[in-house]
């Protein structure tokens, strides 16, 4: 990233490097709101003819803004790259719809209710970033985009026909952001089954939008490059469609910790570290590596059984050899599946969590007993536990303990992990240890919560 403070340390190395520096128009390419008027009038005399990067942060006042905006009009035929960053009023609109013909990168965050451009006829745009902002969607500078955000448009958003074209024309785009992008459902006749294919596209972020909007992107979606998805609320009812699975099974193999709701409703499946997506210019965003979403029950209600262990199981068949399993209080009064069907479908969960108002009785049996049926010990790369048991459930640890460790004895550490981890209310680990059921376990890490 272009600093001017870094040039001009760098000058004063040598007189070589001064003289270098001077000269070369490559080195003074960014005309920024945050410098003062004798630094921009530095910049373009030693740049006088190479591309302009300008850009307008939300830091500074609204009058600082329009007077760069005003001094870089003069130049706007070298603008290739334009960031503006606060309200919109009619002078920046002006300037926005006037000058913005030869730019590759736009990114335009507005700070107030949607606002409408019309941009110029002019070169593709490789890099876009509106918040707040829509533009003519159908604009032939929406070919061969590299990426794509789009924030907060809630009038005259996209409708998903303009939006497939534009990712449809679009084979290069390595960036794809959605959020809060209202749902303007309309296709063309029979465009609306084919696949978009997206063989770069390696960033995939979905955030607050419709359910049917949600589910057909990624329904729809071939990237086989994809090694990030950040998606909140997708509907169980795709899980099992081989489109979504071919899309979300590389990105699951990063993935380590699911937590699942009590009443199976939501389940959130998180690599560690967890993707970070910041509201930062893309030019200064890296390439996010890993998983965060949320699944849950249709808003129509209708949510089988069938359909959260369709989940669980493509967990299973794409994810890690083992992960960290949390469940969590639902919001929900109807369960769909109990906590013991679910780590009877996930045998290979190396952690138990199980967050306080959860029914401890009757994982902790599971762990006991298993489903009654499968010959062999139930989750046997458990390595941590964490729970929140009443004293009446105390009977039940101990049973689970002495059972535990007769296990490892007699199958052996690779078959049946012993525990390393065991986080118990402290009243609860006091009752162990009268018995003395924790160092008979040889319990390296025991604590209290």
Not at 14 to 34: Q, R
Not at 117 to 129: E, K, N, Q, S, T
Not at 341 to 357: D, F, G, S, W
Request: include cysteine.
């Amino acid at each position: 990233m272009w600093r001017f403070k870094q040039i001009a340390r760098f000058i004063s190395v040598c007189s070589l490097w001064k003289e270098l520096l001077e000269n070369a128009s490559v080195f003074w390419p960014k005309l920024h709101s945050g410098h003062p008027p004798e630094t921009l009038a530095l910049i373009l005399s030693r740049n006088v003819s190479a591309p302009l990067r300008i850009s307008c942060s939300g830091k500074e006042e609204a009058r600082t803004k329009l007077d760069l905006l005003e001094l870089a009009a003069k130049h706007s035929t070298r603008w290739s790259s334009f960031k503006f960053e606060g309200f919109i009023c009619d002078v920046v609109k002006e300037q926005i719809q006037a000058h913005t013909g030869n730019i590759a990168e736009l990114y335009v965050l507005n700070s107030e209710s949607t606002v409408a451009l019309a941009l110029p006829d002019g070169r593709p745009i490789h890099h876009l970033v509106l918040d707040g902002v829509r533009i003519p969607w159908d604009t032939s500078r929406l070919r061969g985009v590299r990426s794509l955000q789009l924030s907060r448009i809630v009038w005259n958003p996209p409708p998903m026909a303009q939006l497939r074209t534009i990712l449809a024309s679009s084979p290069g785009l390595w960036y794809l952001r959605l959020s809060k992008v209202a749902d303007i459902f309309e296709f063309p006749s029979g465009d609306s089954s084919s696949m978009l294919s997206l063989p770069e596209l390696s960033t995939l972020i979905l955030q607050d939008l419709s359910e049917r909007f949600m589910s057909h992107l990624l329904t729809h979606i071939q990237a086989p490059a994809c090694r990030c998805i950040v998606a909140a609320d997708i509907p169980f009812s795709i899980v099992a469609d081989p489109a979504f699975t071919d899309l979300i099974a590389p990105v699951l193999r990063t993935s380590s910790r699911m937590t699942v709701s009590s009443s199976g409703a939501s389940i959130f499946i998180h690599s560690d570290p967890s993707p970070r997506v910041t509201l930062g210019w893309n030019r200064s965003m890296t390439e996010p590596v890993g998983i965060r979403t949320r699944m849950r029950r249709n808003k129509s209600g209708v949510t089988s059984k069938e359909d959260v262990q369709s989940v669980l199981n493509t967990v299973m068949a794409h994810g890690p050899r083992s992960l960290a399993v949390t469940f969590i209080q639902s919001l929900s009064e109807v369960t769909i599946i109990t906590a013991a069907e679910v780590l009877q479908l996930l045998p290979a969960t190396k952690a138990i969590v199980v967050k306080p108002n959860v029914n401890c009785q009757d994982i902790i049996t599971y762990l006991i007993t298993g489903d009654g049926e499968a010959s062999g010990v139930p989750c046997p790369d458990l390595e941590i536990l964490h729970m929140t048991p009443k004293e009446d459930e105390v009977e039940l640890i101990k049973t689970f303990l002495r059972l535990h460790q007769k296990n490892v004895q007699e199958s052996g550490s690779a078959l049946v992990r012993p525990l390393k981890l065991l986080l118990l209310p402290q009243n609860i680990l006091d009752m162990l240890e009268v018995e003395g059921l924790l160092e008979a376990a040889n319990m390296p890490n025991k604590d209290y919560l």
